[in-house]
């Protein structure tokens, strides 16, 4: 039997009062006599039970899963919002409150840290807030935000040597990153239907341009999303690394960058796993986030997506072992080192 890892879950479900402290923060900017201390939030470790007994582990006991890997809401990281000091102060809260659910689930809930990222900010002031999440809270990866700015794009690309501390971190603790953008403050693209999407599309084609991966050989990436479009449009892609005169994208980028099951209907599962191997394949749901209504084709949940990978007649028992937890545990490596540590 495989352990049924989520390696892609938000807290979509914190207590309200976290989101009435953002709101009091976000006014603190504007009128700084009104910004909340932190000291100021006060959510009870029966609050978190609640708030993750009746939603994250009910679900995750219906559908079979074991494990999720979780991470603050990614829409409510809103990089874009304030200064550093902001999204410092923020980040820390949220990764803390992640960690708590940690403590309190400890067979169930892993915790992956946000990052205190600001527009126009050199990401090395992202490495205190992630040594911390991982020394002290023992968070096993990070999510990467590749446009901090909300839809306008002004940072560098992730092939840029601005990223490179991060990086550099990310090598020494051997943490994987999901790369994940957060809420769209730009109209013309919707937040989880077309920001999401064009950032996951965006990066690998950022990876293809550069030759990131021949300074950071053991650097890993997820791309959330089913790779947003690039398993359809795969030969595009190889076509343009081609003309580029780069490796084949096997050799150039396979080796270090990896895809996630959030994918919501059978069709778009079964093109991920016809186009990308087995072994870049890590099963995720994302459940309770973008996606939560019922498919009224099916009668059941868009993103119970270990439903897709059960029916698949193209994976076989040995593949949907390894996209259920061979695969995580080995891009995982600290996930995999902490369930070895409890004999699993």
Known sequence: MSLIIDCHGHYTT???????WRNAQIAGIQDPAAMPKVADLKISDDELRESIETNQLKLMKERGSDITLFSP?????AHHIGDFNVSSTWAAICNELCYRVSTLFPDHF??????????GVDPVTCIP?????VKEYGAVGINLNPDPSGGHWTSPPLTDKRWYP????????????????????????????AHYLNADTTAFMQLIQGDLFKDFPTLKFLIPHGGGAVPYHWGRFRGLAQEMKKPL????LLNNVYFDTCVYHQPGIDLLNTVIPVKNVLFASEMIGAVRGIDPTTGHYYDDTKR???????????????????NTRRVFSRLDSRLKAKGL
């Open 129 to 133: 807030e992630l040594e911390k999440c």
């Open 110 to 119: 892993v915790p992956v840290a946000m990052l205190p990222q600001s527009p």
């Open 166 to 193: 991060i990086y550099e971190k990310m090598v020494e603790y051997d943490l994987p990153a999901m790369i994940h953008v957060s809420t769209s403050c730009n109209a013309c693209f919707h937040t989880t239907g």
């Open 14 to 20: 914190a207590p309200k009062a976290l989101e009435n």
């Open 308 to 326: 897709y990978i059960e029916a698949s007649t193209l994976l076989s028992a040995d593949d949907k072992h390894q996209i259920y937890e061979a």
């Open 73 to 77: 809401r990614a829409s409510f990281m």
């Open 249 to 252: 994208l096997q050799e150039h």
